[in-house]
């Protein structure tokens, strides 16, 4: 009888739990529709092109607002001397040949205000007057002359007068194609572009253009005009690329 009862107590015995199997439990991810997927990256594209802009626009305040300030925010009856170039024009992508044979890009020299003029390397009296005008203008600035770069572009192949060699010490003396520089630069009517001192601003466009064949009475009002910008300026450009 004891048998029997072991036999009927091992029948009815449940498996233990610490032993027994259980059913694994599976969540399933549904993956996005292909037409949802692509709503996203759109969304994201878009927001990161507005991202780029907000930078792009937070970058160009500054120059915008010195412009609005020397432009439309000034005295009644003040009058700029020289003229503004509108729309702006930046600096060629074209290299240039300096003096000692080395090649540098045009467009390399943004990053400072630029006092350019043009002539040729055959430079007579009136390029002469120019480039001591030139110089005087940056000069007359004080502490704010490091903010200025002195660039004469040379439009032909004649040689440099060893003379001038001592007052071009401080500038950038580049040899430009004629043809690069006719289209980029602009004269008043009746004049050449070699008659003219240009401004360009650290941004890299051309900004301003002094009338033609300056002296010593109209470079004093050049160099107001030249006083004027770098104080509307100076809370965001300072000396050095």
């Known amino acids: 009888m004891s048998g029997s009862k072991l036999s009927e107590d091992s029948s009815n015995a449940k498996p233990s739990d610490a032993g027994g199997d259980h059913p694994l439990g599976l969540t399933v991810y549904s993956l996005p529709e292909p037409g949802q997927a692509m709503a996203e990256e759109v969304r994201r594209t878009r927001l990161g092109r507005w991202k780029m802009i907000a930078v792009l626009l937070v970058c160009a305040a500054p120059v915008v607002a010195s412009y609005f300030t020397y432009y439309v925010i000034r005295p009644e009856g003040r009058r700029n001397f020289g003229e ?3 729309p702006q024009r930046p600096l060629p992508d074209q290299a240039g040949t300096g003096l000692d044979g080395k090649t540098v890009n045009l467009a390399e020299l943004k990053g400072q205000w630029l006092l350019v003029s043009v002539g040729s390397g055959n ?21 704010d002359k490091d903010r200025i770069d002195r660039v004469w572009l040379v439009s032909d192949a004649q040689p440099v007068a060893p ?17 690069v520089l006719d289209r980029w630069l602009t004269a008043a009517a009746g004049h050449s572009i070699t008659e003219h001192l240009y401004l360009v601003d650290p941004l890299g466009n051309l900004m301003m253009r002094f009338p033609a064949n300056l ?7 050049a160099k107001r005009d030249l006083e004027r910008l770098m104080r509307a300026s100076n809370s965001w450009d300072q000396a050095g690329r």
């Open 215 to 221: 002296d010593v009475a109209t470079a004093a009002q």
């Open 163 to 179: 003379e001038l060699l001592p007052g071009l010490k401080e500038a950038t003396v580049l040899r430009v194609p004629s043809d």
């Open 84 to 86: 503004l170039i509108d």
């Open 123 to 143: 430079c007579q009296a009136a390029c002469v007057q120019q480039l001591y005008l030139q110089r005087q203008l940056r000069e007359g600035l004080g502490k």
